[in-house]
């Protein structure tokens, strides 16, 4: 009886850290636009580090960098933008919660791609566009589109799992 409470007292815990770091990626990215729809003019260019880091505000009503945007079809663009991203992003919930043996790394960085999609698709539903608002130019070097705390939450997330694929591959190596 003492092992199954421990079992559910870490079930739980589990689960309360998997929302709890959703919902800490979807806060942000959420508080981040809403700052710059608020305080960032359409027109207005903000040097937060001289030209490598500014902030400029711009409503992208398609997917990454623009995509989908000018597709004629509301049917469609709500398919694609909207129901597909619903669909896989439940997907992907449902396998965090039913596959437990996954590692911190996994665990963390499919938080961060659900919580950044969460927080695209929570604006595209309620405005209509995506808040996009930072762009880096690093001197040619390194050269971004607009984007937002959604997108670096996705980027993260990715970043993540990579690290975490690569982890699963050296110990089945070794």
Do not use: W
Not at 25 to 42: E, F, L
Not at 86 to 114: E, H, P, Q, S, W
Not at 115 to 134: E, H
Not at 148 to 154: F, G, P, R, T
């Amino acid at each position: 009886m003492n092992n199954t409470k421990t079992m559910k007292m870490s079930r739980s815990l589990r689960m309360l850290l998997i929302f709890g770091l959703i919902l800490i990626n979807v806060g942000c990215d959420q508080v981040s636009k809403s700052v710059a729809r608020t305080h960032i003019n359409d027109t207005e260019r903000i040097s937060v580090i001289g030209e490598y880091l500014v902030l400029m505000k711009t409503e992208n009503k398609g997917a990454f960098l623009g995509f989908l945007s000018s597709m004629e079809s509301s049917i469609l663009k709500s398919i694609f933008l909207i129901v597909l991203p619903v669909a896989v992003l439940f997907f992907i919930l449902r396998m965090i919660i039913v596959n437990t043996d996954l590692d911190r790394f996994m665990i963390v960085g499919l938080c961060c791609i659900i919580g950044g999609g969460i927080g695209n698709l929570y604006d595209r539903i309620l405005y209509r566009s995506v808040t996009d608002f930072m762009h880096i130019d690093l001197g040619g070097i390194f050269k971004t589109g607009i984007f937002n705390m959604a997108d670096v939450s996705v980027m993260l997330g990715t970043g993540l799992l990579i690290v975490s694929f690569i982890k699963r591959k050296e110990v089945s190596l070794s």
